[in-house]
Every structure is written in structure tokens, then in C-alpha cells.
């Protein structure tokens, strides 16, 4: 009778998946690693963000 107890073999509480970085993205541009808010819906920070300009009556107003 081979009686084996397997004891000191404890799992260790679980695997946990390494911390994914929810939230957090980065700029599509592939060589810009510019971080984008969670909150951005954009896929490019302000840099690389295809510019659309806003709607003004009547004619362009340049800001920056
Ligand atoms: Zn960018």
C-alpha cells in the first residue's frame, strides 16, 4: 500500500493575471507613446489627432 500524502504541496492563492493596464492607451501614431486619458475617446493625443476643425458660423477662426 503505498499511501502518499501530499503534504506541503499547497497551491498558492490562485493565479492571478499580471495587472493589466486597463485605461490606459496610447497615441495610434506608432511611434508616439504619447499616453491618451482614459476619458480620451481619441485614438491620437492632441498632436496627431486629425484636425477637425469646429463648426463656426460663417468662417474658420484660427486658434493656437
Ligand atoms: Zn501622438
Redesign the pocket.
Known amino acids: 500500500m503505498a499511501e502518499t500524502t501530499l503534504k506541503g504541496q499547497r497551491l498558492r492563492g490562485g493565479v492571478r493575471p499580471s495587472k493589466a493596464i486597463e485605461g490606459v492607451r496610447?497615441?495610434?501614431?506608432s511611434n508616439?507613446?504619447?499616453r491618451l486619458s482614459r476619458y480620451n475617446k481619441r485614438e491620437?493625443?492632441?498632436?496627431?489627432?486629425p484636425i477637425t476643425y469646429p463648426r463656426v458660423r460663417g468662417r474658420f477662426v484660427d486658434e493656437e
Open positions: 496610447v497615441c495610434e501614431q508616439c507613446s504619447t491620437f493625443c492632441n498632436q496627431h489627432a
